[in-house]
């Protein structure tokens, strides 16, 4: 069995065909593991039809991943899997629509889908508005917002996203017991009506340098209150992703090959 190794904007992923009666939480642990190929997350890949299954490094399961899913459409179009160039990929958030746009470098377009504000969807703790919620945390006051984009995800704008890396609310607000199941947290940064940076502590993971959903997450919620158009350039530590939409959100994005064991 192969083992293939992609990253979206240094996102990284171990990619594996399914193989019945594997315990894919466990394998994640394994390969994932910086002793093997340092990943964010684990992505199996199931055929007729086209599936997607996404494992954090920590073994958990995660229902969407939107640079996973770039790197999913990559390995599909490395491996033949499909000969069209736009095809459906089931996910535990639904069917995500791929369209490949270029082939070297590789960039595709994923229609990811509508978000969902409402309480149930994200696991919220309470019945309480999510939308600009304030909260104290260390004495601090921290205004956010949640919402399922793909999965679960928190948006707090921020002055300065890269200097969130240096503090420990990302870790902090994914483990606050407002959130029954955690939550991905992101720091959005809006530079002008058409730009954002975004720096994301992920469930499972930790801080990583991109994240998909995320960062369509970050444009619904900057677009909703006003801040952004409806189309935006994301920055990232290691390149950028364009987000656009009013009702279906699309991500545009790159993928990469590394190597195969
Ligand atoms: N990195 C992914 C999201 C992974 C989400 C995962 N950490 C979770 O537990 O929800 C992305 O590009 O969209």
């Known amino acids: 069995m192969s083992t293939y190794k992609y990253n979206g904007c240094g996102n990284t992923f171990v990619i594996r065909d399914f193989e019945d009666g594997m315990n894919y939480a466990e394998e994640a642990t394994v390969l994932c593991s910086s002793e093997q190929f340092d990943t964010d997350g684990l992505i199996v890949v199931k055929q007729n039809p086209l599936e997607m299954l996404l494992f954090n490094r920590d073994g958990s399961q995660a229902p969407m991943c939107g640079n996973g ?14 000969a069209e ?6 996910t535990l958030a639904g069917e995500m629509t791929v369209d490949i746009l270029q082939h070297e470098p590789f960039y595709c377009e994923v229609n990811i889908g509508r978000p969902d504000y409402s309480n149930e969807a994200f696991g919220a703790a309470d019945d309480a508005s999510y939308v600009n919620r304030t909260i104290y945390i260390d004495g601090k006051e921290i205004t956010f917002t949640s919402l399922f ?12 996203a890269p200097a969130m890396l240096e503090s420990d609310l990302g870790e902090k607000l994914c483990h606050h017991p407002l959130f029954a199941q955690q939550t991905n947290v992101n720091f959005v940064q809006v530079l002008n009506q058409e730009e954002l940076i975004v720096r994301t502590f992920e469930r499972g993971v930790g801080w990583t340098l991109a994240c998909g959903t995320g960062c369509s997450a970050s444009f619904v919620v900057a677009r909703d209150a006003g801040l952004v ?33």
């Open 69 to 82: 899913i770039r790197c999913f459409a990559k390995y599909v179009l490395d491996k033949g899997l499909s």
């Open 85 to 90: 160039n736009q095809f459906a990929v089931q």
């Open 149 to 160: 984009m793909g999965t679960v995800h928190t948006v707090v704008f921020v002055e300065d």
């Open 229 to 261: 158009k409806d189309k935006v350039t994301v920055h990232l530590e290691q390149g950028a992703l364009t987000i656009s939409g009013t009702e279906d959100v699309y991500m545009n994005g790159p993928a990469v090959f590394e190597y195969k064991k």
